[in-house]
């Protein structure tokens, strides 16, 4: 892996086809939210579908109710891609690179398999602006994270980001009875005016 991806440096914004076919970067996917991101080898390997199979199972009905995006890179084509994402039930985003633009820019290169020419899979937790939260080297199946492992940085970046994550602070109070929705997620932006009758 590239050595500025640590934690506190920033992942590239790629923009790559998801499985709709649309271009899509990450920035856009991750919005304002933490996002979980996995770097997979593809649908040819049985500890990806093992890995995304419980991300699916356990983790995305959560991520759902708990403004957290994830989303999946892969070296498969687009309809290899298709076929990945339905067979692991995932209903977050994958991105298609069979050029591997991402392998190549980060130096993942799995060199001991020149028959698929995979990524080093690896899982990132991201905060937002794509600043690198946590990475987990996922070539050895026991280096992924487990449900627990990215329940903790999750909840460690949403603390960190979140001003509203302790309504007992001092001042918040003040600011919602004060009509100021900034610091409380979901409630910042300004709600549509009124339709004024004519």
Same mark, same amino acid.
């Given at each position: 892996m590239r050595p500025d991806?640590?934690?506190g440096g920033v992942f590239p914004?790629?923009?790559?086809? @998801?499985?709709t076919g649309t271009v899509r970067t990450l920035s856009e996917?991750?919005?304002?939210? $933490?996002l979980v991101l996995t770097l997979a080898r593809g649908h040819y390997c049985p500890k990806e579908h093992q890995q995304l199979q419980e991300m699916a199972a356990v983790l995305q009905p959560k991520v759902a109710v708990a403004y957290t995006q994830l989303a999946t890179i892969s070296t498969d084509d687009h309809h290899t891609l298709?076929?990945?994402r339905l067979s692991v039930g995932a209903q977050w985003p994958f991105l298609s690179d069979p050029g591997?633009?991402?392998?190549? @820019?980060?130096?993942?290169?799995?060199y001991t398999d020149p028959e698929h020419d995979p990524m080093i $899979?690896?899982?990132?937790?991201?905060q937002p602006g794509l600043v690198v939260h946590s990475v987990y080297n996922g070539y050895w199946f026991w280096g992924r994270p487990s449900i627990g492992d990215l329940w903790r940085d999750l909840r460690d970046?949403?603390?960190?980001?979140?001003?509203?994550?302790?309504?007992s602070t001092p001042g918040l109070r003040e600011a919602w009875d004060?009509?100021?929705r900034s610091l409380f997620h979901g409630f910042d932006a300004d709600p549509a005016e009124p339709a004024q009758e004519t």
């Open positions: 991806i640590i934690p914004d790629f923009a790559l086809p @998801d499985h996917l991750q919005g304002d939210d $933490p298709q076929e990945f591997r633009t991402v392998q190549q @820019d980060l130096d993942i290169q799995e $899979p690896h899982t990132l937790v991201l970046v949403s603390r960190d980001i979140r001003p509203d994550w302790d309504l004060g009509g100021d």
